[in-house]
């Protein structure tokens, strides 16, 4: 069998190793990234890792604002690409690029499909308290994260994961998966199973404004919302009129119920840390960041935060 050519769609950091994976074994003849954009603070200009990652590996890349544009099938069609393979790409394919390659186009989600199709899913698995995940590998059809399933592998997911540990975990374990599923799939030894509708769950994409706590949620899926929402949106609150970024978290249920008489928001100290109420238990803010200032720790600002328990 000559060797396959391949073409990879992607762009953030959960991409690389599966794109090393790739390029290790595979004739990767093209990448499709997202356009450099603003980043930071400064706005500087800056390049997705995947196109940071083409560069390395002297692979020519095209960073189309709109897979609409007919130059970015032209230039796929140029490429002739037997697979193309798509990991955290940003955009669903249009059915022109599905059927261009002979064995199609198929896709490495942060998810046990058909749990959390959609933008964001390993937040969700984090936010909404899931045990386990795991990353699918599946063949792409029109719709976002409906096709039929090649392969799965489950990890747990820890008591501390961020969305940033868990995906570091799922991206090594998609790049590992990818490998094993390419050759079973290309030989046909394996066959795409379809997708059970009836357990469908939809990641929404978040929203920048979304990393703002609630305190008449429980605490316990505020310490989840502060995981699954770190490092991108954060979270915060505010105190003073300025914002206060909250990094790491932990839940306390008082003995007897005593803080049940203080409404959700009101602030309080427990173990010389800053904590504020909520609608079922007290949320101790282990990490926080005042604004213009570095992270601390929560029992060093408290030392320059004397009006923490004033109203």
Not at 49 to 77: C, D, G, H, M, Y
Not at 151 to 171: C, G, M, Y
Not at 208 to 235: C, H, M, V
């Amino acid at each position: 069998m000559m060797p396959i050519q391949v073409v990879f769609f992607g762009s953030p950091l959960f991409a690389v190793p599966i794109l090393k994976a790739l390029n290790s074994k595979y004739k990767v003849v093209g990448v499709v990234s997202q356009p450099d954009r603003p980043s930071g603070r400064g706005r500087k200009i800056t390049s997705p890792p995947i196109k940071i990652l083409t560069q390395e590996f002297n692979l020519p890349v095209i960073q189309p604002e709109s897979l609409r544009n007919k130059e970015v099938l032209a230039q796929l069609k140029e490429w002739e690409p037997d697979l193309i393979v798509v990991a955290a790409y940003g955009q669903i394919l249009k059915p022109e690029i599905l059927n261009l390659p002979e064995y199609g186009c198929i896709n490495v989600h942060a998810s046990l499909l058909p749990r959390w199709r959609g933008a964001a899913p390993i937040q969700a698995a984090i936010l909404h308290g899931d045990q386990t995940t795991g990353i699918t590998i599946m063949l792409m059809d029109p719709g976002m994260d409906t096709g039929p399933i090649l392969s799965q592998e489950v990890i747990p997911v820890k008591s501390t994961d961020t969305a940033d540990t868990l995906s570091n975990r799922l991206s090594n374990l998609g790049a590992n998966l990818l490998l094993e599923t390419i050759p079973k799939y290309l030989s046909a030894s394996i066959k795409p199973i379809p997708q059970d509708e009836k357990l469908v769950t939809y990641a929404r994409l978040i929203k920048k404004e979304e990393g703002n706590l609630d305190f008449n949620k429980s605490a316990i899926f505020l310490e989840r919302q502060i995981r699954a929402y770190n490092p991108w949106p954060g979270t915060f609150t505010r105190w003073r009129g300025k914002i206060l970024k909250i990094h790491t978290a932990t839940v306390y249920h008082s003995p007897g119920n005593s803080s049940d008489t203080l409404l959700p928001g009101t602030r309080m100290i427990h173990s010389n840390f800053p904590a504020i109420i909520t609608s079922n238990g007290i949320l101790v803010l282990k990490e926080v960041q005042p604004e213009g200032k570095k992270p601390m720790a929560g029992d060093i600002f408290l030392r320059g935060a004397h009006e923490w328990i004033d109203t």
